[in-house]
């Protein structure tokens, strides 16, 4: 399976940035698409963003417009730029890599997720 290490998280003020970066260790269909997902207190997890090793992207509506998601194929990397946050935006944020059909959910890879809190 895909080893995913993320780096990046923080505290922020409104207003504020954050680059978050997740390495994968594999490469291959184990990471055809990668992206991120979050979780706040009491909340179910939710996907954010993700990128497939085409380029093809997608974003929560939520974060359109404040957050770019890109991945850098030759480094098995992803990275989300996270601009304008919002205390919204306060949670832990999970890389996940899969192959473009997933069967098992053990096609999935996760990393172990990276706090990102936003207040002042």
């Known amino acids: 399976q895909v080893q995913l290490v993320e780096s990046g998280g923080g505290l922020v003020q409104p207003g504020g940035s954050l680059r978050l970066s997740c390495a994968a260790s594999?490469?291959?269909?184990?990471?055809?698409?990668m992206g991120w997902y979050r979780q706040a207190p009491g909340k179910q997890r939710e996907l954010v963003a993700q990128i497939t090793s085409g380029g093809t992207i997608g974003y929560h509506d939520s974060v359109k417009g404040r957050f770019t998601i890109s991945r850098d194929n030759a480094k098995n990397t992803v990275y989300l730029q996270m601009n304008n946050l919002k205390p919204e935006d306060t949670a832990v944020y999970y890389c996940n890599a899969h192959p473009v059909v997933v069967y098992t959910a053990s096609d999935n890879s996760w990393g172990r997720g990276t706090q990102v809190t936003v207040s002042s």
């Open positions: 594999g490469n291959g269909r184990g990471i055809d698409v």
